[in-house]
């Protein structure tokens, strides 16, 4: 849920695990975060290139990835891993929806 809040990568989601998680194999981890998302609590989206009014370009997340999408996108350890090129163009990121917001943390 922070993460969510943060507008995190994914892989910074399993960098900010403590151990064993931070070893958890990706579908188990897509697992737990399947739940938060069945729960309507977050969306799973793809970082898109964003253009401030000022014309400065930076990143947002896009549209959310379709829920019958999610077990295979979240499921592939790719996904999991910073990108090599440190282009987060691309890279799933996780969203807090209006119904997850008033959630403690």
Do not use: F, H, K
Request: charged letters at 20%; proline letters at 12%; a negative charge.
């Amino acid at each position: 849920m922070i993460n969510a809040i943060e507008i995190d990568i994914l892989p910074g989601v399993r960098s900010d695990l403590a151990e064993p998680l931070a070893s958890t194999p990706a579908t188990d981890l897509a697992a737990i975060l399947l739940s938060l998302i069945d729960r309507g609590w977050i969306e799973v989206c793809r970082v898109i290139p964003w253009v401030a009014p000022d014309g400065t370009l930076g990143e947002q997340p896009g549209p959310p990835i379709p829920q019958q999408d999610l077990p295979a996108v979240l499921a592939d350890a790719e996904n999991w891993e910073y990108p090599v090129d440190g282009v987060w163009l691309g890279c799933l990121t996780l969203v807090l929806t209006e119904a997850g917001r008033p959630i403690p943390w």
